[in-house]
């Protein structure tokens, strides 16, 4: 027999993610890697400026805001086309399906309990290393389900 626990989503899973899923669709930021190269060349000579403070590891954020983009396709109307809104809604639904086929793994795989444990202390050693996979795994498993 084949345990459905974790391909099966009620709608109650889904309805409980909703609006995160809302929120996901109007407005989220994007985190761009930075990488490190200057945009800015030096004058004549094909090279760039590279700065002698490192940055490494920091990153850039940008907002994207999903909803207004969508709505500025037909500038000028105060409505959504019934393309436009079924686009929004089915991105939300994407978005709470995903959500939800998350916590369905976290609950089969313990990444809930961790993610627990992580709330009261940091974890270190091999529950940190559990912990990053698990919530790499779920992040993946959230958006092969979204997509």
Do not use: W
């Not at 403070?53 to 994207?64: D, M, P, T």
């Not at 959500?99 to 627990?116: E, K, M, P, R």
């Amino acid at each position: 027999m084949t345990d459905t626990s974790l391909i099966r989503i009620d709608e109650a899973a889904i309805a409980k993610h909703q609006a995160s899923a809302q929120a996901l669709v109007t407005k989220f930021s994007v985190m761009d890697a930075d990488t490190g190269q200057s945009a800015t060349e030096i004058a004549g000579t094909g090279r760039r400026f590279v700065n002698p403070v490192s940055a490494g590891g920091l990153r850039r954020a940008r907002e994207v805001e999903l909803a207004k983009t969508v709505a500025a396709v037909t500038p000028g109307e105060g409505m959504l086309t019934p393309r436009q809104h079924g686009l929004l809604y089915a991105v939300r639904r994407a978005a709470g399906i995903g959500l939800a086929t998350a916590d369905n793994f976290a609950a089969a795989s313990g990444l809930d309990a961790l993610l627990a444990s992580n709330a009261r202390a940091a974890l270190s050693g091999a529950d940190a290393d559990r912990l990053r996979s698990l919530n790499a795994a779920a992040a993946q498993a959230a958006m092969f389900s979204a997509a």
